[in-house]
């Protein structure tokens, strides 16, 4: 089946340092990645919409000059976390599409635990 | 906003019971999908429901899709250990096309 790779895995980084995370898409073209937060023993929160070739779409309440999204190419998202805050500690994870198949259901990375000192 | 509730949060039962989980959307939803996420993991895509009224099953566990396309339910029968882990629903809203996850609910089976 589809798979989605995302690293690092885990990340420990200082306050006011960028941490980027990358998305692949392994077997398909995805022109649409998303990008989540989940919190401990919650639910999984859309940050924003990474789109290919254009701007990503980020939901309300998300600085988009804080956490920087690229699509650049049809297998590859990255996040940026610009500027790390013990705030910004999470768990992050990328999902995407399969455009070739009719079903809508998502594919998940592995997802990546930030922490930050 | 559109919200997805999902209840219970959490539930212990005894190997062998039945569990069932809850989803209610505050919007008519064009699908609701189903995933599940083990400790440590990522979510995993179980199944997707269209129709009203729908129902699915998977061996032992069973989807519902209520007929106003607003609600949903999962019930697993005679649950497993291999059945621990937090069950999502996600329902697509008919208005904006965003998939909307539910808080989850986490599966304790004790042996």
């Known amino acids: 089946g589809a798979v989605v790779s995302q690293h690092p895995s885990w990340v420990i980084c200082k306050s006011g340092t960028s941490v980027k995370i990358e998305c692949r898409s392994l077997?398909?073209?995805?022109?649409?990645m998303f990008w989540y937060r989940q919190f401990p023993k919650q639910s999984l929160m859309l940050m924003a919409t990474s789109n290919e070739g254009s701007k990503a779409t980020y939901e309300q309440g998300v600085e988009k000059d804080k956490f920087l999204i690229n699509h650049a190419s049809l297998t590859l998202s990255t996040l940026t976390v610009t500027s790390a805050h013990p705030e910004d500690s999470s768990f992050y994870i990328c999902s995407a599409r399969d455009p070739g198949k009719v079903n809508e259901k998502l594919f998940f990375g592995s997802g990546t635990q930030l922490s930050v000192l | 906003g559109q919200q997805v509730m999902q209840i219970p949060q959490y539930q212990h039962v005894q190997e062998g019971e039945d569990f069932t989980t809850y989803c209610n959307s505050s919007t008519t939803l064009s699908n609701i999908q189903w995933y599940k996420q083990r400790p440590g993991g990522h979510p995993v895509f179980l199944i997707q429901?269209?129709?009203?009224?729908e129902v699915k099953k998977q061996k032992r566990l069973t989807f519902q899709f209520g007929e106003a396309k607003k609600n949903s339910s999962l019930h697993i029968t005679a649950t497993q250990t291999t059945d621990v882990g937090t069950y999502f629903c996600a329902g697509r809203s008919s208005n904006t096309g965003k998939l909307i996850f539910g808080q989850g609910t986490t599966l304790q089976v004790k042996p």
């Open positions: 077997d398909f073209q995805a022109t649409t």
């Open positions: 429901l269209v129709k009203s009224g």
